[in-house]
């Protein structure tokens, strides 16, 4: 039992050291498609958007998205072996009241990576990146009904 326990934490760690986290870009736009297809194709009752809606999206159209968001609207992505395995979105709020607000929308980690920190690593970052000008009590986590995600 000992001998399982300590080769599941080695893969965990491995699986951490082996994987990059960074802001998707425009060239990332279709596996940054694909993947978001696949969540909310597998998982609809956590995400607003819809399979068909999101279908019309084409791949111009996801990269201009990547490319131009600048410090206000983000995607960070967990890449293993070239693939992106997770993601996780940004955007702040655009009124200039709203300003120090922001929120977090589309985090999904494909199946076989879930449980080994890759939502937790992306929400980490994505906290990094933009914690400069939106403390942690203004950021809001988009969710179409309850439930329960890493903090
Ligand atoms: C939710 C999701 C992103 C978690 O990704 P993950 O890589 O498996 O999460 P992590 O391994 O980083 O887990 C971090 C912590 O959150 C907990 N956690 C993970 N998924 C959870 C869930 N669905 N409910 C409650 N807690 C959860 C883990 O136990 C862990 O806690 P610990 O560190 O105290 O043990 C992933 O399960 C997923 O893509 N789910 C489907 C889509 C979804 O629900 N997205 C969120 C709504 S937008």
Redesign the pocket.
């Given at each position: 039992m000992a001998i399982v326990q300590e080769l599941l934490r080695y893969s965990r760690q491995y699986h951490r050291e082996s994987m990059e986290i960074r802001r998707l870009t425009e060239s990332d736009a279709e596996s940054f498609r694909k993947l978001r297809l696949e969540?909310l194709d597998r998982?609809p009752t956590?995400?607003a958007e819809s399979v068909e809606e999101f279908q019309n999206t084409s791949v111009e159209a996801c990269a201009e998205r990547l490319r131009s968001g600048g410090m206000d609207r983000f995607v960070f992505g967990a890449i293993e072996k070239f693939a992106i395995v997770?993601m996780a979105g940004f955007y702040r709020e655009s009124h200039l009241k709203y300003r120090h607000k922001g929120r977090i929308?589309?985090?999904?980690?494909t199946e076989e990576?879930?449980?080994?920190?890759?939502?937790?690593?992306l929400l980490t970052q994505l906290l990094q990146m933009n914690g400069a000008y939106i403390d942690e009590e203004h950021m809001m986590?988009?969710?179409p009904l309850p439930?329960?995600?890493?903090a």
């Open positions: 969540a998982e956590s995400f997770g929308w589309g985090v999904y980690v990576y879930r449980g080994r920190g890759v939502g937790r690593a986590l988009e969710l439930c329960s995600i890493p």
